[in-house]
Structures are given as C-alpha cells and as structure tokens.
C-alpha cells in the first residue's frame, strides 16, 4: 500500500490514525518481534509540541533496573547491517555542545529506546519543530536509541525534513534531502558516535518493511512499517480514504 498525502485530511484525522499506528507497532513488538527482556508501550507526553511515542524498556516485570542493557537478542549490526539506502555518522565535536537537562521516569526499567511518528503540531511553527529536535537529541545524548518516521512533507519550518533538523544538532550547514524524495524514515543508534540510517520516499511509495530500531548500538529489531502502516489504514473512514485515495 502507498504512502498517503496527508495534507489532504485534517490535522484530527492524521492523529487518530497516528494512534492506531503506534498501537499496530506496539503490537508487532511485543508479538514476537522483540527478544523477551525487552518490552514496547505507547506513553502519552503533556503538552502541545510531543505527541503519543513509542517506548521500549529492558528489564522483565520485578527485576531491578540495570543500568546495562541485556547481552542478548536482535540482529548483530557486524553481522546484517541494516538494508538502507543513506548512512550518517555524526562527529566527536558535537558533544561540545549545550547540554540540557531531562528527568526520567520508567517505573524501574531503563529505556533504551523511542518511535517518534511527527504529526503537524511538529510542523506548524518554528518553535515545535525545535521542540521535536531537541528531543530527539537530548534522547540520543543520554543513549538512547530513535526510530523517527516523517511521512509528512517539509514545511517552510523544516525545509530539509524533521531529519534535517535534528543533524542540524551534529553538523553545520543543511541536509541534502533528495528533491523528489522528501518523507523520511531515519534510524537513530545512539553512540558515541550517532549513527543515522536513513530512507527517503515520496507520496506513493511503500514504506521499508524492515527499518532498524536499535535496542543497542550495535543491537536491532526490524520494524515492519508497510505491514502495520496497511494495518491502521483499513480502519481508516471511508469517507477520509476517499479523499485520500482521490476518489
């Protein structure tokens, strides 16, 4: 199934299907996808500028939190290096940078991981797309891992993409993102240093069916995008797939 143009709908109907999305991936994790020390919930966030994420944890119900991951589970990187088209590896001097300060709360279990799919509040001003990279950088600073989804085309506040944002945080000067290619699917391994996996698509296109999600630096789970992306469309109204499909 095709990549949709969202712009067509209203912001509410992006965002119920966002939700449906997110618990679609939920459920793909938790089914069998991630090892068994590992755990996904959809976390809702206070505020305009963050939307419902995706979370994973390690650590089983009644174990202590650890401030190291588990040895085990996901697809060696040295192994199967994850099937994208474009690779980035961020410099040392980025971590010259400001630093700021972020209180966490995972009920006993350390987070290692975060699905952000950006919606239009991400989009509408300058001031949300700052909010949404900042985040992401913050998250990557303290080690954990992103898995970002931007199907939403570029606005005038996030001309290179909401990936373009975000490595504005690691490297001076613009993203080059593909003109007639401008959704974006990035994968985020914390580092040092960060390595970003990335693919760009377009309205029409097919989501990657196996997008890295690292549990580790050197650790992933594929992500079935295309499949749970189908699996929140079909319950989509039928007059919003009208407008969508064109028809």
């Known amino acids: 199934m095709p990549v949709h143009d969202w712009t067509r709908v ?6 119920d299907f966002h939700i449906v999305w997110t618990a679609e991936i939920r459920n793909a994790l938790n089914g069998g996808i991630l090892p068994s020390d590992y755990y996904a919930l959809v976390e809702q966030h206070a505020g305009r500028f963050v939307s419902d994420v ?6 089983q119900p009644g174990q202590e939190s650890s401030p190291h991951p588990p040895s085990s589970g996901g697809i060696a990187v040295a192994e199967a290096p994850p099937r994208v088209r474009r ?16 209180i966490r709360h995972v009920s006993g279990h350390r987070l290692v991981a975060i ?6 509040a991400n989009k509408d001003r300058p001031g949300t797309v700052g909010e949404l990279a900042a985040k992401v950088f913050e998250a990557l600073d303290l080690g954990i891992h992103v898995l970002l989804v931007d199907i939403l085309p570029p606005s005038r506040h996030d001309p290179q993409g909401m990936h373009g944002a975000i490595w ?14 401008s959704l974006t699917v990035a994968s985020y391994a914390a580092g040092p240093p960060v390595k970003a996996y990335l693919e760009h698509l377009t309205v029409g296109a097919a989501l990657p069916e196996n997008m890295p999600l690292f549990l580790q630096s050197d650790r992933y789970v594929p992500i079935p995008l295309e499949t749970t992306y189908q699996g929140a469309y079909r319950g989509v109204p039928a007059v919003w797939r009208d407008v969508l499909e064109r028809r």
């Open 168 to 181: 504005d945080n690691f490297e001076e000067g613009p993203y080059d993102l593909p003109v007639d290619e």
């Open 87 to 102: 690779k980035l590896t961020s410099p040392e001097t980025y971590r010259e940078r400001r630093r700021t300060l972020a």
């Open 115 to 120: 699905l952000e799919i950006v919606s239009p």
């Open 10 to 15: 209203e912001a509410g109907i992006f965002h």
């Open 54 to 59: 995706l979370t994973l944890h390690a650590g």
